[in-house]
């Protein structure tokens, strides 16, 4: 995972200069331009705005902002394929992103391209463009499973860690492979050995991963937590077995601890049909730091101001350490505050430096985002300046 450096250079601000899509939900073919940081998409409901930030969130690893299978992108009607490009400028350059499928090819792989020429995967993106995005779905989140906060965490890593990806799927093939082996009723000893080891060892990983993320994470909340903003600053933490080892003992102490409770735990997790103990239990904690109340005690409006607060705090996490400031996605996000809270929001996402990309139906909420902002029209597909 990157560090951070006494001696950081200044920081890239990557910006979106162009947008194409071709067949991507509910768009035929697209190309939009776009000149400031701060960008809004109007329009009603269903009008295709949620798409366009669906669009861009393709350009990071994982399944975008709707966590969507790569075929549910195409658009009804269209031949099966979607494709999505971006013309990136960054201190002064300008590079092109591209993403797709060809099902066309006999599959729907993913292909990936920088400046046309194909890499491996999405993670190569990350050397140009960092992402961070919130979306209504993550309304609940702290009220919610601990399911749904495990996968914010682990966005938040993924945003500074383009590797994390692989380790968690990894990690859940893993579980997949002892449960298996549980289910069916292996007794023979070394076949088990060998799975947990390879288990702990993922597992491990992914917990350091998690552990450092967060330690930097309230190292610079505190640090810069304002008390009368109106987005409130959060404590975090994380709780589970590994979690709690990691800060106070050796790595590879906590792996054979970890082991250890894998091998005297086989009887009960065989009866509950899945590994009980592990990062895919953890739980990323979260209270609301000026109360000092858990934040899924907390009101709704001030469980969405300090979801706010916290993704701003990711933000600014990435370009500390990235050294580049993120492209921010907010779906939807004018219409839950009043015009106090809203011109305060926009003067944070200033702050942040690099690019803005909101949604909303009513134009009026946007109309502080002051001269370094563009808004558009969308509708039926197409997409106008307002």
Partial sequence: MTMFADDAPALRRPMVRRLALADFRSYAALDLRVEAPLIALTGENGAGKTNVLEALSMFTPGRGLRRADLGDLARIGGTGRWAASLELESDGDLVQLGTGIEPADGGSARRCRIDRAPVSSARAFADHLRLVWLTPAMDGLFAGPAGD???????????????????????????????????????DAAWLDAAEQEL????????????????????LITAQRDEASPFPWAEVSLEG??????????????????????????????????????????????RHGPKQAEAARCSTGEQKALLVGLVLAHARLVAAMAGMAPLVLLDEIAAHFDPRRRQALYEELARLGGQVWMTGADPAAFAGMGASA??????????EPA
């Fill in 149 to 187: 906060r495990r996968r914010f965490l682990d966005r938040l890593v993924l945003a500074v860690d383009s590797d994390h990806g692989i380790r968690v799927n990894a990690l859940e093939r893993a579980l997949r492979n002892r449960n298996r082996l549980l289910e069916e009723g292996i007794r």
């Fill in 200 to 219: 702990a060892g993922l597992a491990l990983a992914v917990s350091a991963a998690r552990v450092e993320t967060v330690t930097r994470l309230a190292a």
């Fill in 241 to 286: 077995e590994i979690e709690q080892m990691l800060p106070h003992m050796p790595s590879l102490e906590v792996e054979d601890r970890y082991r250890a409770l894998l091998r005297a735990n086989r009887g009960r997790d065989a009866a509950a049909g899945r590994t009980l103990i592990g990062p895919q239990a953890s739980d990323l904690a979260v």
């Fill in 374 to 383: 563009q808004v558009f029209r969308v509708f039926q597909g197409q997409i």
